[in-house]
């Protein structure tokens, strides 16, 4: 019997699992050379994130040991399709766990992710801050427009927020929890769309995330958006990297700017609250922060029995598009 000790939370709905005991050694490489790691053990994926024992709803994380020695932890994020480069919410979570076992206190700390380090302000319950990576709209992110069966032609923006997305509010769709499945099928088949079409992001790495953007219906929040999510699931929460990717394009059409506050509402009504402040490396490139927060949901045991037909979890069973 193989046993996976891991803990759960949410944050804003948004379920993170992180892996404490029983994950494959990532070694002592760098970020990206842990991330390859951790892509070659599918089967360890699959068994924690998949089916029965999870769902493609969820994301998880594998800690190591920092890369930089003032860093708290390394993480490296995955889903059912892959590993993440940075996640928002999960770096929430990650900080809320990481205060329940007692490996940080209140205060400011840094986290090594395949995308850079990023900082966290955890309050010591709740309530985190990061300080994600740079985020920013490349030259030719800016109105790429695409033809999606089906659906016909609308355009958005390529940006990065630590993980590629194509962010649009021409999409004709109300962005209702009551909708999530209409919903998820537009923003798939954007998606495959998208991929047709040869749209990629810098490096020619995959725009895995759609981010459909609308009015707001909460009071207190400036937009609502609907994220779809590499697995095939959508956001529950507002997406920290969306959100992060979401401000860089505003901020490059003059809309949004340094030190102003920018609150995105989820399909489920959470709220992640934005600020940023310019990259000093230069161009339109920002420094984002978001504030959210996460709750502990299980401390538990995942028992991968050898005798279980199923022992590594069921095949992924999305996606068209
Ligand atoms: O919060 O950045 C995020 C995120 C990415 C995928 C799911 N959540």
């Not at 590993?83 to 999960?90: R, V």
């Not at 986290?111 to 030259?139: C, F, Q």
């Not at 016909?152 to 929890?177: K, M, Y």
């Not at 299980?298 to 029995?305: E, K, W």
Request: proline share 5%; hydrophobic share 40%; glycine share 14%.
């Amino acid at each position: 019997m193989q046993r996976i000790r891991v803990i759960d939370s949410h944050t804003a709905g948004e379920p993170t699992r992180v892996v404490v005991n029983g994950a494959p050694d990532l070694g002592g490489g760098d970020m990206g050379e842990r991330r390859a790691r951790l892509l070659e053990s599918s089967a360890f994926r699959q068994a924690v994130i998949g089916e029965p024992r999870g769902s493609d709803v969820l994301v998880g994380a594998v800690l190591s040991d920092g890369v930089d020695a003032a860093s708290a932890a390394s993480v490296v994020y995955f889903d059912a399709a892959g590993c993440l480069y940075m996640c928002g919410h999960g770096t929430i979570g990650v900080a809320v766990t990481l205060g329940y076992l007692g490996r940080i206190g209140a205060g400011r700390h840094q986290l090594d992710t395949p995308a850079g380090p990023v900082a966290v302000e955890y309050d010591g319950a709740h309530t985190v801050t990061i300080h994600n990576v740079s985020s920013y709209r490349p030259a030719a992110g800016k109105g790429v427009s695409v033809r999606v069966p089906g659906y016909g032609r609308l355009s958005g923006d390529v940006a990065w927020g630590g993980n590629w997305f194509f962010i649009t509010a021409e999409h004709g769709q109300e962005l209702e929890l009551a909708n999530a499945p209409a919903l998820t099928n537009f923003a798939l088949a954007v998606r495959g769309a998208l991929q047709r079409a040869g749209v990629r992001g810098d490096g020619g790495e995959a725009v895995d995330h759609v981010e459909l953007v609308g009015p707001a219906r909460r009071a207190d929040a400036d937009a609502r958006s609907f994220v779809l999510c590499p697995s095939g699931a959508y956001d529950r929460s507002p997406c920290g990297t969306g959100t992060s990717a979401k401000m860089a394009c505003l901020h490059a059409d003059g809309h949004l700017q340094p030190g102003e506050t920018w609150r995105q509402e989820s399909v489920v009504g959470g709220l992640f609250e934005g600020s940023f402040q310019p990259d000093p490396q230069g161009g339109e490139a920002i420094l984002p922060r978001i504030t959210g927060e996460a709750y502990l949901t299980a401390d538990a045991t995942l028992l991968l029995d050898d005798a279980d037909p199923f022992h590594d979890g069921l095949p992924r069973q999305v996606t068209a598009g």
